[in-house]
């Protein structure tokens, strides 16, 4: 990011987050700026370092989490992270050395297709551990998974309100071969059933290449006040304990990190963002359109890919 200005890119977003769909014209006259310098800094940066998304709520349309950790020979690590990636229920995937040296997984896995989970690793790896996953703090009711009861037209438009939020209406009309009203419910339908829960605008090049990940059967709340100023990530794992993540740059003393992380969980492994990168930037955003059949009446079986 040596060749940018992160004034600008910070203005950027921070717009975008408070108008995120909304036009550049809609945006300067709201905020009683200048179109034109809005324009420019918008036609240098969008596409290219900044992306708005949309987030969704998968638990509404009958999704579960789990992360899973899988032992690849280094030899083979491109090779089955592009079989893995060739699969929609793979959310995302890194490269890992710990103890499992290979891949750490985010899979969302439809409910009633929990059971498959072991032979789908296992076409992937002989040696694997997996957990479902959910927020930390976990909520303290526990709300009932939702279905796909929606026609395929929405898992379309998901995907492309996931890649691009900002794709033009006349664009997503001509993909979906829907009417602009048309396309309106249906973005509407999601916010109101709640499985569209906002868009973020996102720097897409991360300042962290590096992670410590690790498995605690608890979580100590000193280990949250040591690591309240560093960005961390907290999991509840089910039937029992916690994920952890502590990211970082390669600039960083990587030995330093993983001593001081060990010692508050049980098992521990480092992340490389970067190894696998290239792989996740050329895989087009297409997972709902691929996980839903195409009559709408649910999802295809994760062993299909």
Do not use: C
């Not at 009958?62 to 032992?71: D, P, Y």
């Not at 499985?195 to 410590?212: H, S």
């Not at 029992?240 to 990190?257: C, M, N, R």
């Amino acid at each position: 990011m040596s060749n940018i200005n992160l004034q600008e890119v910070e203005f950027l977003v921070g717009l975008l987050n408070k108008y995120p769909t909304e036009s550049l014209r809609k945006i300067a006259e709201n905020e009683e700026i200048d179109y034109y310098r809005l324009k420019r800094i918008y036609d240098k940066y969008y596409g290219k370092y900044v992306q708005v998304n949309a987030m969704y709520n998968i638990s509404r349309i009958g999704l579960k989490s789990f992360v899973a950790f899988l032992s690849v020979p280094r030899g083979d690590l491109r090779k089955v992270a592009q079989e893995m990636f060739r699969n929609p229920y793979v959310a995302y995937l890194n490269a890992m050395f710990g103890f499992k040296n290979g891949i750490s997984a985010i899979l969302h896995i439809p409910k009633e297709q929990v059971a498959l989970i072991d032979e789908l690793l296992a076409k992937y790896s002989n040696d694997y551990e997996y957990y479902s996953v959910r927020a930390y703090p976990p909520p303290k009711e526990k709300k009932k998974s939702g279905e796909w009861n929606l026609s395929y037209e929405y898992s379309v438009l998901m995907d492309i309100l996931k890649w691009d939020a900002r794709t033009p209406m006349k664009e997503i009309s001509r993909i979906l071969g829907k009417t602009r009203p048309t396309i309106k419910y249906m973005i509407n339908r999601l916010k109101e059933e709640k499985i569209l829960t906002r868009f973020d605008a996102n720097i897409d090049t991360p300042a962290y290449d590096r992670g410590v990940i690790g498995i605690a059967n608890e979580i100590r709340e000193d280990l949250l006040e040591r690591f309240k100023d560093h960005e961390i990530m907290a999991g509840t794992l089910k039937p029992k304990g916690y994920i952890l993540e502590w990211f970082f740059s390669s600039k960083e003393d990587l030995g330093t990190k993983l001593f001081e992380f060990s010692s508050y969980v049980e098992k521990v492994g480092i992340e490389y963002f970067d190894i696998l990168e290239d792989l996740e930037k050329s895989r087009k955003y297409y997972r709902f359109s691929k996980m839903v059949k195409k009559d709408g009446s649910g999802y295809r079986s994760i062993l299909e890919f």
